[in-house]
């Protein structure tokens, strides 16, 4: 499966989830996946992110289960060895994209810039992460590049919630957004699943 159709089946959002222990990983899946909601992006700022990722691939095949955060070349061969589905970067790295061409597995680079736009584009990659989105220029910048750059799909990501989701997902060059409000770190902690997923139910239902 590529980017595009892992972003087709993740609309409208996907979620940027940071683990902060080691028992959070399949109950919060279970949780999300009840909502509707079967694509998870697990980001590996903390030590427990590749085994959750492992363990929510080996025990929940309805899942497409990705690594966010990822930087390095080094992460991709133990990306692929714990079954993700998809690698997710905070920007735009001609070594790193041509490495995960090379795994067969799916990336989504991230953008701020029309000139790295360009650069991804140039190696074949039409679906990019915007990053960080607010401050890259939001909304503005997605309408102003659509007519040179039509060819090409965004998940924008960083200062998007509930209050302007709507807004860019009514932009044509939008595939998804991301964000970590659907797991809000409270509930997380508090291992609160039911309130999780009716968070999740709800953005669901944008």
């Known amino acids: 499966m590529n980017m595009e159709r892992i ?6 959002v996907l979620p ?8 959070q990983a399949l109950p919060l899946a279970n949780a999300l996946a009840n909502a509707g909601v079967t694509v998870l992006e697990i980001t590996l700022r903390t030590e427990y992110g ?3 990722i492992a363990e929510i691939s080996r025990q929940r095949s309805d899942i497409l289960v990705g690594a966010g955060s990822v930087t390095e ?7 692929v060895e714990a079954g993700a589905a998809f690698a997710v970067s905070p920007g735009f790295s001609p070594e790193l994209a ?3 061409n090379e795994y067969g597995l799916p990336l989504l680079p991230g ?8 650069q991804a584009q140039a190696l074949g990659y039409k679906t990019l992460k915007l990053f960080p989105a607010h401050v890259a220029g ?11 750059l039509g060819d090409l799909r965004f998940c924008p990501t960083g200062g998007i919630g509930p209050d302007n989701c709507a807004e860019y997902l009514a932009l044509p060059n939008v595939a998804c957004v991301g964000g970590s409000w659907l797991v809000p ?3 997380l902690k508090a291992g609160d699943w039911a309130g999780i997923e009716r968070v999740a139910r709800e953005v669901c239902a944008v």
């Not at 953008?111 to 360009?118: F, G, I, Q, R």
């Not at 939001?138 to 040179?148: E, F, N, R, T, Y």
């Open 7 to 12: 972003l087709q089946q993740a609309h409208p």
């Open 16 to 23: 940027v989830i940071t683990l902060t222990g080691s028992n």
């Open 50 to 52: 590749l085994a959750a």
């Open 138 to 148: 939001g909304i503005d910048l997605l309408k102003a590049v659509a007519g040179p």
């Open 98 to 100: 041509r490495a995960a």
């Open 73 to 79: 070349v080094a992460q991709l061969a133990r990306l």
């Open 111 to 118: 953008v701020m810039t029309p000139s790295e736009m360009l």
């Open 185 to 187: 770190p409270e509930l």
